[in-house]
């Protein structure tokens, strides 16, 4: 069965870990940074994410601060994670009106800089986040100097009743999607929390982003090379 994980930021409020949830929690990604700025929920939320066995950090790329400034933020904020992400979104990143579909100047060309700054010095494996919209519409140009690396894909299934993050990603459903790299080595699955469910999971909102691994729990690990979680000899507690 393959590995099983939720990503959260300050928009789920919480994470209060939980013994049998909807599915299995064997990772968790969180928002640590966004521009230059880190995620306000930062520290509450990494706090409570320590029972999580395996722990990976995420930043939200944009256009309007140069790209050597937000990964000098975001390094600066991964510490005790196993491995890390930059998530390129159209959102917040759109030159005039979004009905125009213009990047940010200069923000697609900075991807790759940012991408092979993060791999030299983080010490730790990285992933690009996306979905099929953006890869087709603004990344296309720079396909050839981000294809080697790891891939988080964003897509969803398309109707709710024929998600299964064990079969095959339904690529086919949205425009530009038959473009898309197949070779995800996560993929966001589910943006609804299996139907709003997200409680369930141990956050605070209705709604989570449900991810899955290609590959078994062992496999994540021999990929993440997570740092294994230390508890108290006496008290049982997990120690940061």
Not at 113 to 137: F, I
Request: hydrophobic share 35%.
């Amino acid at each position: 069965m393959r590995a099983h994980g939720i990503d959260i930021s300050h928009w789920q409020g919480f994470y209060k870990h939980q013994v049998n949830p909807q599915r299995p929690v064997d990772f968790i990604i969180q928002k640590l940074t966004e521009g230059i700025y880190r995620d306000v929920a930062y520290s509450t939320l990494k706090a409570s994410i320590q029972p999580v066995p395996i722990k990976g950090g995420y930043h939200y790329f944009r256009g309007q601060w140069n790209w050597k400034q937000q990964m000098d933020v975001f390094l600066g904020q991964l510490d005790g994670y196993d491995f890390w992400s930059i998530d390129f979104e159209k959102g917040g990143n759109f030159s005039g009106l979004s009905a125009l579909n213009k990047p940010y100047p200069g923000l697609v060309e900075s991807l790759p800089l940012a991408l092979e700054y993060m791999t030299k010095y983080s010490g730790k494996p990285g992933l690009l986040y996306t979905g099929a919209g953006t890869w087709m519409d603004w990344l296309k140009p720079i396909w050839s100097e981000i294809d080697h690396y790891d891939l988080w894909v964003a897509h969803y299934w398309l109707p709710i009743t024929v998600r299964n993050p064990e079969g095959k990603a339904n690529y086919f459903t949205i425009r530009g999607a038959e473009t898309m790299r197949k070779d995800w080595r996560f993929w966001q699955y589910d943006d609804k929390g299996f139907e709003n469910r997200g409680k369930l999971f141990g956050v605070g909102s209705y709604g989570l982003d449900l991810n899955v691994f290609n590959g078994d729990v062992a496999a994540l690990r021999a990929w993440a090379k997570p740092v294994p979680v230390k508890h108290c000899p006496t008290c049982g507690q997990v120690i940061p």
